[in-house]
């Protein structure tokens, strides 16, 4: 298959064999999301690769019971890491101007591109992936429990391993909605309406297949996918104490040093 091929046969996968993951293959995918462009190509980042099912069952309540930190043979973690560039600049004398949050994005950023890459890389072996929103949302407890030093911050992960499921391909929004050409478009209501038409209808009928999900519907009395997606799954609550608990945890990291001298 070509690379395009296999990105359009792309699925989450949340079930795995329990076969291992050889170090060559780790080896291999790992090496192919090093050669990622970054920032300055500084590398600001770092990967963790957790094997141990000890370790992984107290990664479990962090990333909120999902199975797949479990079940999957292998758990990879990416960092945004200025850790080892800040000590380099210190013993070579250099100043260091990377405290601030504006570091910790360039460092995020360099994380989730490698992140990607390893993803294709994986499935182009055969392996099955599935990124997981609680690495950041719980980077605090995650990285107590992966030993982070100052100015390492987990911002997203994946299990990894052999898929023992075949899930459908998941819809994407008609790319019409998402690219504009040369400067963004604004677009009019029913424009919106329209981007979002199949979605409403699929959406709702996938998340409607979990019995907790249609009890909170139910309960809150949400009419449509938009309200599920804010009233029931995002809420502002929620939202806004993970913003707070990140921000907490970024100037414990040593990245929130943004005023200047
Ligand atoms: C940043 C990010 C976080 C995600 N977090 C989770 C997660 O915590 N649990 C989960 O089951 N899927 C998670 N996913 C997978 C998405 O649900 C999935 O990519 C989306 O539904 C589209 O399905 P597909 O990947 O099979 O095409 C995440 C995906 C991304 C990119």
């Known amino acids: 298959m070509n690379v395009i091929e296999q990105i359009h046969q792309h699925r989450s996968i949340r079930k795995y064999k329990p076969d291992p993951v050889s170090d060559d ?43 797949m930190v479990v079940n999957a043979p292998v758990l990879l973690t990416f960092c945004a890491d200025f850790h080892r560039m800040r000590r380099w600049l210190y013993i070579s004398d250099a100043p260091d101007n990377f405290d601030n949050y504006f570091s910790f994005m360039v460092g995020a950023i360099d994380a989730i591109m490698v992140s990607q890459t390893v ?55 008609p790319s019409s909605g998402l690219i504009h050409k040369e400067k963004y478009q604004s677009i009019k ?48 609550a929620s939202h806004q104490e993970y913003s707070t608990k990140i921000l907490d945890y970024l100037s414990q990291q040593d990245f929130m040093n943004n005023t200047r001298q």
């Open 25 to 67: 293959i780790i080896d291999k995918i790992l090496n192919a999301g090093i050669r990622t462009s970054s920032s300055g190509n500084m590398q600001t980042y770092s990967i963790i690769i957790t094997r141990d099912p000890d370790l992984r069952k107290q990664l479990l309540e962090p990333h909120y019971h999902q199975s």
């Open 119 to 173: 993803a294709l890389a994986a499935e182009s072996l055969g392996l099955g992936i599935c990124f997981l929103g609680s690495t950041f949302a719980n980077a605090d407890q995650i990285g107590r429990i992966l030993n982070l030093p100052k100015n390492v911050v987990p911002v997203t992960g994946f299990s990894l391993g052999y898929p023992a499921e075949d899930p459908d391909l998941r819809d994407r929004l």
């Open 189 to 236: 209501d029913d424009g919106i309406r329209k981007i979002y038409q199949e979605r409403e209808k699929k959406g709702w009928l996938r998340y409607m297949q979990s019995k907790r999900l249609k009890e909170l519907a139910q309960e809150h009395g949400v009419e449509n996918l938009a309200q599920l997606y804010t009233i029931v799954k995002y809420t502002k």
